[in-house]
């Protein structure tokens, strides 16, 4: 039976962001109202867009999200879901399907996805810094679209976005539309930056 703390070890949150704690002004009072709008809503296959400027706690608050998804799972009589949550760039999935491309890989790239798509909730940190390509596009598409068709998993992505609009067009269309209907586009420069 797995422990809130091997949960969150699996979960692989940033050691800077699993500690980190915002002021308790109004900025921040703010932040966490929207976290917690956020995490009444897990479990039910919303997919979030975090968009906003560097320093408006998106990842921060992606990192709650993972917190509240462990924590639940773990308070599970049977330790809940194996794989509650699972933080990753968008970069390492492409790397990681890249990898699949040489004769002595380990995993296929269906594999990959599939790795992809086992958390209930999926955060895909810096989605900004992707290759420019169709390809990374299509492959983002892809797992969330998965995710989505599966149900009750949670997907969250975050980007240095300025705006909704922004954001739909580094996305596309398909995870945008799911966005918009399931969890929404949250802004997270509202409140200003944190940092400095």
Not at 18 to 27: E, F, S, W
Not at 118 to 128: G, M, Q, S, T, V
């Amino acid at each position: 039976m797995s422990t809130l703390g091997d949960y969150l070890r699996q979960a692989d949150i940033p050691p800077r962001h699993a500690a980190t704690v915002l002021a308790d002004d109004d900025r921040g009072q703010a932040w966490r109202d929207k976290a917690r709008c956020l995490i009444a809503r897990l479990g039910k296959g919303s997919i979030v867009c975090l968009h906003g400027s560097r320093g408006g706690g998106k990842t921060q608050m992606a990192v709650q999200l993972a917190k509240a998804m462990c924590r639940r799972e773990a308070q599970q009589p049977d330790g809940g879901h194996r794989f509650p949550a699972l933080y990753v760039r968008a970069m390492e999935i492409y790397m990681a399907i890249k990898a699949t491309y040489t004769r002595d890989a380990g995993e296929t790239e269906a594999e990959v996805v599939r790795r992809y798509c086992r958390p209930l909730l999926l955060i895909i940190d810096e989605a900004h810094e992707k290759p420019d390509s169709a390809w990374a596009m299509s492959l983002l598409t892809l797992i969330v679209d998965k995710r989505y068709a599966e149900g009750r998993k949670d997907t969250v992505i975050i980007a240095n976005a300025q705006t909704a609009q922004d954001m739909a067009a580094l996305v596309g269309p398909s995870i945008a539309s799911r966005a918009v209907e399931t969890g929404g586009m949250v802004d997270c420069g509202v409140w200003g930056s944190f940092r400095g």
